[in-house]
């Protein structure tokens, strides 16, 4: 017998060999149907794989990310099979699951594949579900697994043989397919009702573009139809709000081509918008007792050295900048916390001045693939919303809970309410990627998870997500749309005081060093504009929007009452302009319309006799008539409404 330890600590005895569906059926039949693969001792497994030993236990369904991994992962295969059987000699890459669906890499060889192709593969791939093959592993020794891939002469697999060395080896088969794959799978194809592939492009074999250029096919499935139908319908609404499209009809930011690629610019209207969210953010900052500084946008290398930035993400970062003297190197700021420790660093500290805290909305730089590159959210030249705490090992606690409170302002401020808070620790499989003493790593990542405990946060945790020098905690918001996005970070990290050798003279008179907490409630600020114009639709918060209103004179005879009624309004805080074109009032309407200003102040000549104006809003249509007096205070009452 074992002993199956599940999450609630509960603990069952089962025969050794049970598999995760065994136990899932032992609780209940209908929680047995919905179980696509497990966690066993906190690695994803087949639901039909045998459990030897005493082991953790967790039943993964689709509501779980590793359940739709594996979902997706399947359906990969299932996409292989299809192609296979309707182009014969075709040769397959890798096929992955991805945060929304999957695809796989192939080697057409003479055949075409395109989106005219969709329909009979989709409809292959469904013949093919609806057999109800299993996935079947196959472990396999390396000699063995060469020696099938050769005979098929397929030179992708045999690549990918040979840079897992002396690893285990696993074939899966499902139907007429087998594929060399670590899986996990579903237990069968039926699982899979709904199948829609979604794009093709081309790929370098291993990501160079040295290699075979591929054919990568995308698609997404899901276990009821109806699903299928409802992620569809929001692709289409997520098109219509895409930040890039409403960015160009609002007039927010521009990308030239000249400047260079994803380095965006801000138009008047979208500097408006950005500095109103660093405002209120430098508010909130000031009544939490933080200092404001600026650094320069560049740094001697030595600098990043120190840090160990320059080692963890040189590749990533525009090439050194050679000065004319010999030998001298600078680099555009990646980060500004090595910057912060510096200040920190330039004059000697007492335990009394702690906590310092120093906050930035300084911009860095980073090389991203210009195939990476989308609009707003994944640029080359980005502004934080950058702070780092300097504190002693006593105040670390309150402090970390300081910020939480901060960053919960920040999002309810936002109307970001739906968000879950993912601890990010270190990957104990992969040690190389991290800098630091391990009884230090073990009391951030302990400081995180009590702090989050203490407030109840709802909280995920995610292995391999720390930064090098730290674990953090991120927090993910879900949009309009249901859409999860990862805004704001909060990082504990006592690696980057000791690279700089930073200290504070302690209450004994001798010399300590303070632990850091870095922390950007919206992160970017570019990426938090392009989520926030996706969710909001470009209808932002009154207290954000550019322009709050448009006067629009139904003729040129009374724009001056116009302009007089847009001066009284400043007096009252309230921002926007004077559609004085000569177009008839009916195009002004439409126009107003599609900029997303929130109200139209309608003016005729009743309006300019009675000193009134004629309230239209957005979305809703006509609110009669108001004093100016009247409108201000509407305008205050739906402003903090």
């Not at 709000?241 to 994803?262: P, T, W, Y």
């Not at 020098?469 to 249901?482: R, S, T």
Request: with cysteine; charged share 30%.
């Amino acid at each position: 017998m074992i002993n199956i330890t599940f999450p609630d600590g509960n603990v069952r005895q089962y025969e050794a060999g049970t598999t995760a569906m065994d136990v899932a059926k032992s609780i209940s039949h209908g929680l047995a149907k919905k179980v696509l693969s497990a966690k066993v001792n906190g690695e994803v497994w087949d639901t039909t794989r045998p459990i030897d030993t005493d082991a953790t236990l967790q039943l993964l369904t689709w509501d779980d990310k590793d359940g739709k991994m594996t979902f997706w992962h399947s359906s990969a295969h299932l996409m292989a099979e299809a192609l296979e059987a309707l182009y014969p000699g075709i040769k397959f890459g890798t096929g992955p699951a991805i945060d929304n669906g999957f695809y796989y890499d192939i080697d057409p060889g003479e055949h075409t594949i395109s989106s005219d192709d969709f329909p009979k593969i989709e409809k292959k791939m469904v013949e093919l579900a609806r057999e109800k093959n299993e996935y079947v592993r196959k472990p396999i020794t390396q000699e063995d697994a060469i020696a099938f891939f050769s005979e098929k002469g397929d030179e992708y697999k045999l690549e990918l043989i040979e840079k897992r060395g002396g690893e285990d080896i696993t074939l899966y088969q499902q139907g007429a397919f087998v594929d060399l794959c670590k899986g996990p799978h579903l237990p069968d194809t039926s699982y899979i009702k709904a199948v829609k592939l979604t794009n093709v492009a081309g790929a370098y074999w291993q990501g160079d573009e040295s290699r075979q250029q591929m054919t990568r096919v995308y698609g997404i499935t899901f276990p009821k139809q109806k699903e299928l139908t409802a992620y569809l319908e929001m692709i289409e609404e997520a098109k219509k709000r895409d930040h890039r499209k409403l960015g160009a009809e609002l007039g927010l930011f521009m990308f030239s081509e000249r400047v260079g690629q994803g380095l965006p610019m801000w138009l008047p209207k979208g500097n408006q918008l950005r500095e109103r969210l660093m405002n209120f953010l430098r508010e909130e900052q000031e009544k939490r007792g933080y200092q404001l500084v600026t650094t320069p946008h560049i740094g001697k290398k030595e600098l990043y050295q120190t840090s160990g930035h320059w080692e963890k993400y040189g590749e990533d970062s525009f090439r050194p900048i050679n000065t004319p003297k010999d030998g001298e190197e600078f680099l555009l700021k990646p980060m500004n916390c090595p910057h912060h420790c510096e200040i920190f660093a330039h004059r000697p500290h007492s335990y009394k001045e702690l906590p310092l805290r120093i906050a930035e909305f300084g911009t860095v730089y980073r090389y991203e693939q210009s195939g990476e590159l989308h609009g707003l959210s994944r640029v080359r030249c980005f502004t934080q919303d950058d702070a780092h705490i300097f504190c002693t090992p006593e105040q670390l606690k309150d402090e970390f809970l300081s910020v939480l409170d901060l960053t919960k302002t920040v999002l309810s401020k936002m109307g970001f309410d739906e968000f879950t808070a993912q601890i990010s620790l270190r990957d104990p499989e992969k040690p190389e990627k991290y800098i630091g003493a391990e009884e230090d790593w073990n009391n951030a990542e302990q400081a995180i998870i009590d702090a989050t405990k203490e407030v109840g946060l709802n909280t995920v945790t995610e292995l391999g997500e720390a930064a090098f020098y730290g674990p953090k905690l991120d927090f993910m918001i879900k949009d309009a749309l249901g859409r999860s996005w990862q805004l704001g970070t909060i990082q504990v990290d006592y690696n980057l005081p000791k690279r700089f050798e930073l200290e504070y003279t302690g209450a004994d008179n001798q010399p300590h060093r303070p632990i850091m907490i870095h922390r950007a409630p919206f992160g970017s600020m570019e990426r938090f504009i392009s989520i926030l114009i996706e969710h909001s639709g470009g209808k932002f918060p009154l207290w954000l929007t550019p322009d709050q209103f448009a006067i629009l004179p139904i003729s040129d005879r009374f724009n001056d009452y116009a302009r007089d009624i847009e001066q009284q309004l400043a007096t009252y805080d309230i921002r926007g302009y004077v559609d004085d074109r000569s177009e008839k009032i009916g195009r002004k309407i439409r126009d107003t319309e599609v900029k997303k200003v929130p109200f139209m102040l309608i003016i005729g000549e009743q309006e300019k006799e009675s000193g009134n104006v004629s309230v239209r809003r957005q979305g809703e249509g006509d609110l009669g008539a108001m004093t100016i007096e009247g409108f201000a205070q509407h305008f205050k009452e739906a402003a903090n409404s």
